[in-house]
């Protein structure tokens, strides 16, 4: 009688464990579709974060009067001002391209496997540009004042040596 009862026994447990299996499985098939659907949701494009930061720009370049001094200022190196200009110009283009036209007229939202050089194109170019508009925008004067603060380094220490002698 052992037989049969073991056997039966077997059977429920298989189907138990059958049922429980079903159960776990479609526990995580739910769970990923909501992991899928958080992904897939879009962050909003404006918020207070993304405000602060655009607002905070604009106040700094307003108060420390950026145009003016861009338009007036003559130590300015005008080579490498036009050299990042023309870099910013393609970055904000390409970004433009990407945004604009792929995006809201053609309808791709991943215009990076589409088109998989333009994202390390911006960058480059927006990298260089910035390194153009540091070197056209640092003032020579600097040098100048390392080497002053240097010779007056260098003549206290000596002269501070003298007392010891």
Known sequence: MEGPLAESEILTLRNRFKRDAELLLQAVSEEDEKSKEAESKPLPRINRHSVFWILASVGLTYYVDFFNVILENSDIKSWWFNV?????????????FCIVYLEWFRGIKQYDQEYPAIPPITTAAFIAASCSFNIALWPDETLAYCKGDLDTLESGTQSSLSVFK
């Open 84 to 96: 990042g200009l023309v870099l910013l110009a393609v970055s904000l283009g390409l970004a433009a």
